[in-house]
């Protein structure tokens, strides 16, 4: 879920509307009092202890700091302190409420978990939502206290049910990711409709993601966008969300440079994922015009806060030298920190470069190590390269069966290489069972998606009748679209089909020409042939 807090309550004892001329009267009298040093502070710890908002609060906070540096170890400071926590402790809640406030931001005495949950704690008993939210907030993350889930959940329960907004969000939290109580997104949506229609953006954006992934609700995209778009009013998550549903046509109709204007407004809040779709959009040209310099420069800002999405595009971008010089180490760099986070084309893409010694320095190992990472992702390509190293044993130990196991993963995904090479395996009974039915059936589906080798592998089976029943037409097919592709040994074969009549009509002429296409690529027989047909043809042109 994205959108953890609203924001760090402060305390609400009344509403700040109305009050500002009173703070700012205040404020200045708080002023006047600093410059009489160390004899103003009891009336500033009376202040701050018995502020009635939070501008007066941290008005007087600050004043006390003015009186000198080493305030904190005046006597006045530590009588007042003292009796104000005797205040405390005799069941005063604003006092209550103001010292756990000192103590949780560390404003006029050291930052102090342990010291604000005790008067948090107290405050609470007397059903005070806002302290029994922030004991909550220090259960759930273990400050102050020993981390109790449960004891979180209890907290903000408490407080949700007197309507506070924020601890109706983290308790939908904690049913959504099953922390101090069973998981539930129908009750975690309960929870965030209700500080979502309270107006909490957070929870609102919470609610839109709920709905778009059909947890707790029913499916329904359009009720996400609605959710997001309440809560887009300057949230970046939202906003975010925002974008990828006009991007993807969910909930609203497609509209790239409607995406491409909430990615912006995510992003020029710092959000990094905003700032990598931005990059993105301006690489692809959607809904803004093509430009690899922002897009790269967008990239990097989200590569600068560590989002792995953004660090391989940058990587990207610097492998192909778009919108950057092309710098093969730069490239090597990005994709690493962003393999090292887990993203499956990153760490493929940084086993091809220690595989060909691009931009590192040439690593069989250190490839296998990043293919096998990608690999267990279910990337096709890494699977394929993984199976590639086990096969002709470069970085691992050759094997044959390691290398069927991998190619098969990746066939089974439709990848052309793989099908290809899995069938040459099977065709040969190597590191599996020699099955030629097996292995035109993978040919073929290499083959079928334009694949040379596995087009002209696939004409040699129908030609010679192995795996398939002989057929010279269908050999000559398949031989044509891989020779049309330049593949030399189709075109020989070709040219073969034509001088002798197999599954075309006998035609020396096309035979020569395709010998000589073959030849012209190095294939030592077309170039044989090449010399005995033409003085075969010049001689029936002779005797004509």
Known sequence: MRGRWCFFALLMLVSALGIAGAAEERSGTYEELARQGYSAIPQLVRAMAEAENYEEFASAGRALEATGPEFRTQPEFTAALAEFRRTAERG??????NLAQLYLNGIGVSQDDAEAQKYLRLAAAQHHPWAQYNLGVLYEHGRGVPQNYAEAVKFYRLAAEQGYADAQRNLGVMYFSGKGVPLDYAEAAKWFRKAAEQGCAYAQNNLGNLYEEGKGVPQDSAEAVKWYRKAADGYPGAQYNLGLSYANGRGVPQNYAEAAKWFRKAAEQGHAGGQNN??????????????????????????????????????VMYANGRGVPQDLAEAAKYYRLAAEQGHVRAQHSLGLLYEFGEGVEKND?????????????????????????????????????????????????????????????????RGVEKNGVEAVKWLRKAAEQGHAEAQHYLGFMYDFGLGVKENDEEAVKW??????????KSQYSLGIAYEQGNG?????????????????????????????????????????
Do not use: C
């Open 92 to 97: 005063d809640l604003t006092v209550q409420l």
């Open 365 to 429: 190992v250190e490839a296998a190590k990043w293919y096998r990472k990608a690999a267990e992702q279910g990337h096709a390509g890494a699977q394929y390269s993984l199976g590639f190293l086990y096969e002709f044993g470069e970085g691992v130990e050759k094997s044959d069966a390691e290398a069927a196991k991998y190619y098969r993963l990746a066939a089974e995904q439709g990848y052309a290489r793989a099908q290809y090479s899995l069938g040459i395996l099977l065709e040969a009974g």
């Open 504 to 544: 075309v009509t006998r035609d020396l002429n096309e035979a020569l020409k395709y010998y000589r296409l073959a030849a012209e690529q190095g294939e030592v027989a077309a170039q044989k042939a090449v010399k005995r047909l033409s003085s075969q043809v010049a001689g029936e042109r002779e005797s004509q």
């Open 278 to 315: 931005l990059g993105v959009m301006y690489f692809f040209g959607e809904g803004v015009p093509q430009d690899y310099v922002e897009a790269a420069k967008w990239y990097r800002k989200a590569a600068e806060q560590g989002d792995a999405g953004g660090q391989n595009n940058l990587g």
């Open 479 to 488: 031989y044509r679209m891989a020779a049309e592709q330049g593949n030399a």
